[in-house]
């Protein structure tokens, strides 16, 4: 038996690693998205966020993709870079869902009517907004999640004649100021961890130079609004509490689900499990203390009830509570949330998480920040230039964590190398990073915000004083030097002493 043995053929040419991006490279995919999202809003104004934003998105995702080809990168690993892209905010969308269902069940169990009938009582238009952004700090550092926090005190706005717009930014103001300073945060966590060298405990305190400023300019400027705001029409909050009365049984068990996601935020049971929970909980309780409103949902005369139970949780979590009064001001407030109203939110999310995970896989982020870093000759335009990148990846890449996590690994090594303190880095990220999240309409942040308190983002941005006030407060003392502090270069990278 004969073996016959053919000669080698060429080799295959080695595969060529994809080329390096050039900053035309890296701003072509920034310039188009810019491009077509100012597009958007201008054909499509204020409805922008209801599919065109996320058509945009998909665009630029899509323009980005091809120039990450021609520079190598084949189709699949472009494909798997923007399935993980998605895949990675599949937390934030299941979150995001979840409170869809709470907003359905705690509308359903008179949970949100109770709120607004006892902040009626108690709140007055002139302190109505500064109120609202100190409770929404307290329950925001409680709890350590801005997300948790901005659900039921919009519904106020229209019973005392206020705007809802102005509102919505007391809301979040309050909300990511408790979010920033409380130890249970995750990006309060994630930042120093990132950064290295800090502890939760030094971040928190660090931040206090900036945070405490802005928050207290932010209050008083919502004090100076409440005052000179004047509402719409007679506030008769009597009336409004007896309409409310008429509807809900209004009482304090209605607020046990709140007290319930307060406290399973505080043990740090996962937030889609705490509030996924607590929207069953409602649900259920719903049908003791509002048995009247659970019966007018389902509308089955003849079904027992029981069955009428199980069918409002699963129509108030899938989409949304439909209030049923004879008061349309009731209804239009009341009838809200369910698991659909999110979808839209989601939508957006995918294309602008798609867009990132292209232009972060490609190297055009990395090269859009590398001049900032070499350019940035004195400390103060060093923290500038990290402020500038966390709001400007806000921007592009339409999620907070990318804003937080990117600039603390590409700036940390100068910040040690210039003998910056390790908390200037994570203080500025947080400062900056975080706080302007929800004031992009694209940004996931800004997307949940805007999809929980039926507020556009381009409507309440004006008025979320504290996120607008914070970086500039940030860039300021960095520029000018206050409160910078430094360690000697050669130690910059060991850990300071941690606190107790």
């Excluded at 809301?171 to 990006?187: F, N, R």
């Excluded at 069918?311 to 949330?337: P, Q």
Aim: proline letters at 7%; hydrophobic letters at 50%.
């Amino acid at each position: 038996m004969s073996v016959s043995i053919s000669p080698p053929g060429p080799e295959a040419p080695a595969k060529r690693p994809p080329r390096e991006p050039s900053l035309a490279d890296a701003l072509a995919p920034v310039v188009v998205l810019i491009g077509l999202l100012v597009l958007t809003i201008v054909l499509f104004g204020t409805a922008a966020a209801d599919g065109p934003l996320q058509v945009a998105l998909f665009m630029s995702a899509t323009f980005a993709g091809i120039i990450a080809y021609k520079n190598g990168y084949t189709a699949v690993a472009i494909e798997e870079a923007a399935v993980g892209g998605v895949s990675s905010a599949m937390g934030a969308i299941f979150i995001l869902l979840a409170v869809g269902a709470l907003i359905g069940t705690w509308n359903l169990a008179g949970t949100i009517p109770t709120i607004v009938s006892y902040g009626l009582a108690l709140l007055r238009p002139a302190i109505f907004f500064a109120i609202i952004a100190v409770i929404c700090a307290l329950v925001g550092a409680v709890t350590g999640s801005s997300w948790t926090t901005a659900v039921a005190f919009v519904g106020m706005a229209p019973v005392l004649k206020m705007s809802t717009a102005m509102t919505a930014g007391a809301v979040i103001s309050g909300a990511y100021m408790g979010d920033k300073m409380s130890p249970l945060s995750e990006t309060t966590i994630l930042v120093p961890s990132l950064v290295g060298g800090v502890t939760v405990n030094q971040h928190i305190r660090g931040m206090l130079w900036t945070v405490g400023p802005s928050f207290v300019a932010a209050v008083g400027i919502f004090l100076g609004l409440g005052f000179a705001e004047k509402p719409s029409g007679a506030v008769d909050t009597t009336a409004a509490r007896d309409a409310l009365a008429a509807v809900y049984h209004i009482t304090p068990w209605n607020l046990v689900p709140l007290v319930l996601l307060i406290v399973l935020s505080f043990l740090q049971v996962p937030p889609f499990l705490a509030i996924f929970g607590t929207a069953v909980f409602s649900g259920i309780l719903a049908s003791f203390t509002q048995p009247d409103v659970v019966k007018a949902l389902v509308d089955k005369p003849g079904q027992g009830p029981v069955l009428n139970g199980v069918e409002a949780i699963y129509k108030s979590m899938a989409t949304g509570h439909v209030a049923h009064s004879s008061n349309d001001t009731i209804n239009a407030l009341f009838s809200r949330g369910g698991m659909t109203s999110m979808l839209t939110t989601v939508w957006l999310i995918l294309g602008a998480m798609g867009f990132a995970a292209i232009m972060e896989h490609a190297g055009f982020i990395d090269r859009l920040i590398k001049p900032l870093v070499t350019r940035a000759r004195s400390d103060g335009r060093l923290i500038a230039a990290t402020g500038l990148t966390c709001i400007g990846l806000n921007i592009i890449a339409g999620d907070q964590y990318i804003a937080d996590v990117l600039p603390s690994r590409a700036y940390r090594a100068e910040y040690a190398k210039r003998g910056l303190a390790p908390r200037m880095l994570s203080r500025t990220v947080e400062d900056t990073g975080t706080v302007t999240s929800p004031l992009v309409p694209w940004n996931s942040c800004g997307a949940y915000m805007a999809g929980v308190l039926a507020v556009p983002t381009v409507e309440y941005l004006p008025f979320a004083f504290f996120n607008l006030l914070n970086p500039l407060i940030a860039i300021i003392f960095g520029l000018t030097g206050f409160r910078v502090e430094h360690v000697k270069p050669e130690t910059a990278q060991n850990p300071e002493p941690a606190d107790s």
